[in-house]
């Protein structure tokens, strides 16, 4: 399994429970197929930019939120390969085993001009909410995935 998507399942899983240890993200990174040392895990913790803190006297983990999908984008964008689209719909090629991340970093960013993604190995389907906007939507993947305006 990649680093981009290991960060990924780590941003899920803090964003999902309340972890209060790297003990803990361990345990819920090997229930999804991540071997990981404690010093690759602490490495990961800071690029995301996630921070201990203590929320109802209880410690925890967070992200910092303006580091969130910021700081994912490089890892989530080195993992497509190409971009192409039709007046409809939009496929992105990416590394193997890097589709279903990338959809989930897509899907994340709640644009309301996509209805959803589909996820294979290695393609990925976009689906915009309407013909009209599959443009936008591809223009809108561009700077989301690649940082191009």
Do not use: C
């Amino acid at each position: 399994m990649t680093k981009t998507a290991r960060q990924v399942a780590i941003r899920e899983l803090i964003g999902s429970r309340a972890i209060a240890s790297q003990e803990d993200l361990k345990r819920g990174l090997e229930k999804r197929g991540f071997q990981v040392t404690q010093a690759t895990l602490s490495r990961d913790l800071k690029e995301l930019g996630v921070n201990r803190v203590v929320r109802g006297g209880e410690p925890r983990y967070e992200l910092a939120p303006e580091s969130g999908a910021e700081a994912l984008r490089p890892l989530v964008g080195a993992g497509v390969t190409g971009l192409n689209a039709n007046e409809a719909l939009i496929v992105l090629h990416t590394r193997p085993g890097a589709a279903h991340t990338v959809g989930e970093y897509i899907d994340v960013q709640q644009n309301r001009d996509i209805i959803g993604t589909v996820a294979g190995d290695n393609t990925l389907l976009v689906i915009p909410a309407s013909a009209r906007r599959t443009k936008a939507v591809l223009e809108w993947l561009r700077g989301v995935l690649f940082g191009e305006d």
